[in-house]
């Protein structure tokens, strides 16, 4: 069973600060890693992928992934009351057809 | 206004009844998807269709019946549901068929069962 795992949070970060989310992941096999952004109300919408060891930044968010410790984290610098919403880690696995996601970690940034 | 449009938003059923879901998404993807989302639970793919072909079925109970007639259209026919299958369903269209994680979604259909 492959498993996404996150903290559920709430994350309660101050206006400006930098909000660290969190990812593991079980199937070693995994290449493509992605984090939604839900709103609540809303649909999961794309931010960041990531398919290489190392870092990329996009804006205030970087993702970072290392495979040999399974693990994928999104960094969110200078956060912003508009940032407060729940993050979805997604995993897609070698050969497979369909993402895995995690439950979300909930973000709050407080003005 | 992701380019994916569902309907209805919203839909309230007994057990007995039948309805379906409608999916259209205006941005050219090739492949749609089926997706659960229930409260504290990840989010759960159900159907995958690539240029309408079906090519995933994630052992879905047989009262949940996905209908793709092309590229752009994707319905659910709901029949003889259970209280526990109320969950918001969202749809999804990607452009390079299901082995991508770049989905876009719809807003998603708020499906309660009496």
């Known amino acids: 069973q492959k498993e996404v795992e996150q903290n559920s949070g709430p994350l309660s970060v101050p206006e400006g600060a930098i909000a660290s989310l969190n990812c593991t992941y079980s199937d070693r096999g995994s290449q493509s890693f992605f984090w939604y952004r839900q709103y609540s109300g809303k649909s999961p919408e794309l931010i960041m992928f990531i398919y290489s060891n190392g870092d990329k930044e996009d804006g205030r968010f970087t993702a970072q992934l290392n495979k040999a410790s399974q693990y994928v984290s999104l960094l969110i610098r200078d956060s912003q009351p508009s940032d407060s919403a729940t993050y979805l880690c997604a995993v897609n696995g070698a050969g497979s057809y369909q993402l895995t996601f995690g439950k979300g970690t909930k973000l709050s940034v407080i003005p | 206004e992701t380019g994916v449009t569902q309907t209805p938003r919203h839909l309230v059923m007994g057990m007995t009844n039948k309805k379906s879901l409608k999916c259209e998404q205006h941005l050219g993807h090739n492949a749609m998807y089926w997706y659960k989302q229930s409260a504290k639970k990840p989010l759960e793919l159900m159907f995958v269709?690539?240029?309408?072909?079906?090519?995933e079925n994630n052992s879905v109970p047989s009262r949940f019946s996905p209908e793709c007639p092309n590229s752009s259209h994707l319905f659910l026919h709901l029949h003889t549901l259970q209280p526990e299958d109320s969950a918001l369903y969202l749809c999804?269209?990607?452009?390079?068929?299901?082995?991508?994680?770049?989905?876009?979604f719809g807003e998603g259909s708020r499906l309660t069962v009496l």
């Open positions: 999804a269209s990607s452009q390079d068929g299901p082995n991508t994680g770049e989905l876009f």
């Open positions: 269709y690539n240029f309408k072909e079906q090519t």
